[in-house]
T-cell receptor
Framework: TQLLEQSPQFLSIQEGENLTVYCNSSSVFSSLQWYRQEPGEGPVLLVTVVTGGEVKKLKRLTFQFGDARKDSSLHITAAQPGDTGLYLCAGEGEKLVFGKGTKLTVNP | DAGITQSPRHKVTETGTPVTLRCHQTENHRYMYWYRQDPGHGLRLIHYSYGVKDTDKGEVSDGYSVSRSKTEDFLLTLESATSSQTSVYFC???????????????FGPGTRLTVL
């Protein structure tokens, strides 16, 4: 069974701080997706990384796929209250496998 | 919006009663999924469908059944609800799936089910 471990589970920071969320596995994935979920809503895709070592940027968010395609990270620069939410990584193998998520709170 | 609706959005029921949740899509996507989301467990796949009348089990399928008689509708049934099935249920759709696919899954707004 393919498993994805996300860390930290909870993160509370002040506006303007930087943060990194990690997604790790012992399995290799063909791609890795990052979703953001707001309270009362379904997850929404932020980005998909496919190639080992790939880095993608989405405004203040930087996503990296590990060289061996087993892990990924999400870095947010100068976090804002609007970044608050649950961040989920999902690895694509035979099926999509989700991590348990990182709940981020950015305080004004 | 990806054209996915779920009904009902909230439901409270009693142990032992049957419950059916509906997912409806307007995107004509082939693949549809049912997940449950619980604190400490994340999103777990219950069942999925890869076409009309074609379904398969996910990792937590016990106590659940599904049906897909039309492309646009995917039903999740709890034959006899238990308190352990209290959860938030999400439907998702994708155009393609599998090892060689990097297709996006689009999620519905969720159904909050409470079994007393």
């Amino acid at each position: 069974t393919q498993l994805l471990e996300q860390s930290p589970q909870f993160l509370s920071i002040q506006e303007g701080e930087n943060l990194t969320v990690y997604c790790n596995s012992s399995s290799v994935f063909s791609s890795l997706q990052w979703y953001r979920q707001e309270p009362g809503e379904g997850p929404v895709l932020l980005v998909t990384v496919v190639t080992g070592g790939e880095v993608k940027k989405l405004k203040r968010l930087t996503f990296q796929f590990g060289d061996a395609r087993k892990d990924s990270s999400l870095h947010i620069t100068a976090a804002q209250p609007g970044d608050t939410g649950l961040y989920l990584c999902a690895g694509e193998g035979e099926k999509l496998v989700f991590g348990k998520g990182t709940k981020l709170t950015v305080n004004p | 919006d990806a054209g996915i609706t779920q009904s009902p959005r909230h439901k409270v029921t009693e142990t032992g009663t049957p419950v059916t949740l509906r997912c409806h899509q307007t995107e004509n996507h082939r693949y549809m999924y049912w997940y449950r989301q619980d604190p400490g467990h994340g999103l777990r796949l219950i069942h999925y469908s890869y076409g009309v009348k074609d379904t398969d089990k996910g990792e937590v399928s016990d106590g659940y059944s599904v049906s897909r008689s039309k492309t646009e509708d995917f039903l999740l049934t709890l034959e006899s609800a238990t308190s352990s099935q209290t959860s938030v249920y999400f439907c998702a759709i994708s155009f393609s799936s599998g090892v060689f696919s990097t297709d996006t899954q689009y999620f519905g707004p969720g159904t909050r089910l409470t079994v007393l």
